[in-house]
């Protein structure tokens, strides 16, 4: 009996931890050299160069019109940025941080007596925020699960992220 508690045990540990590997996969394909989102759109692009390896349709930030000005407007911001963090525990599957604010972004901030905010990520979006409607974020840049596990392999720290109107 002690035998198949511990058969049932080791059983359940690597289902669990199978469970938790699925959502990280591997990329070998050509490098991706900047993300291009287009907010009218709503399309966000991973290039290699100056060619498209895939397209994502994307929601963005509750008030998608306008550039992220001070934190709390629901604003996705808009600019060059860099890919500069990863959260594989993200409360929204994965996500990969966007380096807002920038200095200029402060800096504008300032001159409006208020705080530019920050936290903006590309990011999945899980079960609780399936009623959110298109534009539901805070201000990051939102995906399925599935394509943000794509993206999260495919996108390395340090990569371009251009924001545009």
Known sequence: MLRLAAVFMLMLSLV?????????????GPEVTRVLVYKENRKMYLM????????????????PVGDK???????????NYVIDRRNPN???HLSIGVSYPDEGDKAHANTLGKRP??????HGRPWRYRDGGQDWTAGCIAVTNKEIEDIYAMVRNGTMISIYP
């Open 117 to 122: 905010g920050g936290d903006i990520f590309i």
């Open 90 to 92: 993200s409360e929204f």
């Open 48 to 63: 290699h160069h100056d060619e498209v390896l895939v397209s994502y349709d994307i929601g963005l930030g509750f008030a």
């Open 16 to 28: 669990g931890l199978s469970g938790c590997a699925s959502k990280f996969k591997t990329y070998n």
């Open 69 to 79: 000005e001070i934190e709390g407007d629901g604003k996705t911001p808009e600019g």
